[in-house]
């Protein structure tokens, strides 16, 4: 049987891709970053398997440029990058890695919730500007035990959120679109209107997909709806808030402060307003940054690529309905 041909468009190391070029004829986007529309396109024109960021915009034009493809396996569990329903009517399999990269999610929430309440960001520029003096402190922060924490998006990485925010003596409430059942360790967490949970947190933090429906989820009005002394925290995708609404809210302190993994942008603007801004912490999408946790995307992603690639099911299809009209190798 022929090899199938794959296009990788990260930039991985030669070893980390061996059981892909072991299996199939491989082309690369060797440099750093990502191919642009055009380069993937040309790649596509053979290509039967893509194996991309879930940053790299695979759209309907591009999925009807690419005749033979027949899975679009992403390295990430966010899949937006993808226009999923084109490539259901094309017969392509979408897959994408969830599940390994919840705990690091998860950490990364919580470090950002303890910035905020204890002001590490603050404090670590009141030392490196040579400010600490005898008798000149930081602002006190605040305990965690007792606030309230709002969860938007109550799935996998909301879950490891909630466990980890209990074990931190705080309390918690959730808003999910979709019914959820929660198992018995989480009952502390309750469900709750959106709007009320925007009243009632301390920390809000968004843990949903990005469609339709959680584009700009969090805008002025919701915004105005949080304590003046509540943080916003965001893991999940930037255009899930209302940026230049957030930027208001931190500058006329409707809000006490936000931090964001993720940004409408990515990178930002050299002259992005919330980055001049202090009640704002900003990171570089390092959510699933560790290596244990890169290593475990990679290797569910490239299961995916390959099963899909042999004609089997693979473990995280996202759109299962193309499972019965997928292509077949032409
Ligand atoms: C990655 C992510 O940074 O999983 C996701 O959806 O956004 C992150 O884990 C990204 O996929 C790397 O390409």
Redesign the pocket.
């Known amino acids: 049987m022929a090899r199938p041909h794959v296009y990788v468009a ?1 930039p991985l190391p030669d070893q980390s891709i061996a059981r892909i070029v072991d299996a199939c004829e491989v082309a690369r986007y060797g440099q750093r970053g990502q191919p642009s529309r055009d380069e993937l396109i040309a790649a596509l024109a053979s290509a039967e398997g893509l194996l991309g ?4 915009a695979v759209d309907e034009g591009v999925l009807d440029s690419a005749p033979r493809l027949r899975v679009v396996s ?6 937006n990058n993808v226009d999923v329903d084109a490539a259901t009517r094309c017969g392509i399999l979408v897959c ?2 969830p599940g390994v ?1 919840s705990d690091a ?1 998860a950490d990364l929430t919580m470090g950002f919730i303890i910035s905020l309440a204890r002001r590490l960001p603050e404090g670590e520029r009141f030392v490196r500007d040579g400010r600490w003096a005898p008798g000149q402190g930081v602002r006190l922060g605040n305990d965690l035990r007792g606030k309230m924490l709002g969860i938007i998006g109550m799935g996998r990485i909301g879950r490891e959120v909630a466990q980890r925010a209990r074990a931190f003596g705080m309390d918690g409430c959730f808003y999910d679109a979709f019914e959820q059942q929660l198992d018995e360790s989480l009952v502390f967490c309750a469900p709750i209107a959106l709007d009320d949970l925007l009243r009632d947190s301390d920390y809000v933090s968004l843990h949903v997909n990005l469609t339709p429906e959680t584009h700009h989820i969090i805008g002025a009005r919701e915004l105005s709806l949080m304590k003046p002394g509540a943080y916003l925290v965001n893991t999940s ?1 930037g255009q899930v808030i209302d940026q230049p609404a957030l930027v208001e809210a931190l500058r006329s302190n409707t809000i006490a402060g936000a931090a964001l993994d ?1 940004l409408e942008q990515e990178p930002p603007a050299a002259d992005e307003p919330l980055l001049q801004l202090d009640n704002a912490l900003v990171l570089p ?5 560790t290596v244990e946790t890169r290593r475990a ?1 990679l290797e569910l992603a490239i299961d995916n690529l390959l099963v899909a690639l042999r004609g089997e099911t693979p473990q995280c299809v996202v759109n299962p309905e193309a499972l019965a009209t997928r292509r077949v190798p032409s």
């Open positions: 990260l960021s879930a940053m790299l992403n390295f990430g569990v966010g899949y994408n890695t990269l999610v995708r993720v999408h390092i959510g699933s940054a995307m």
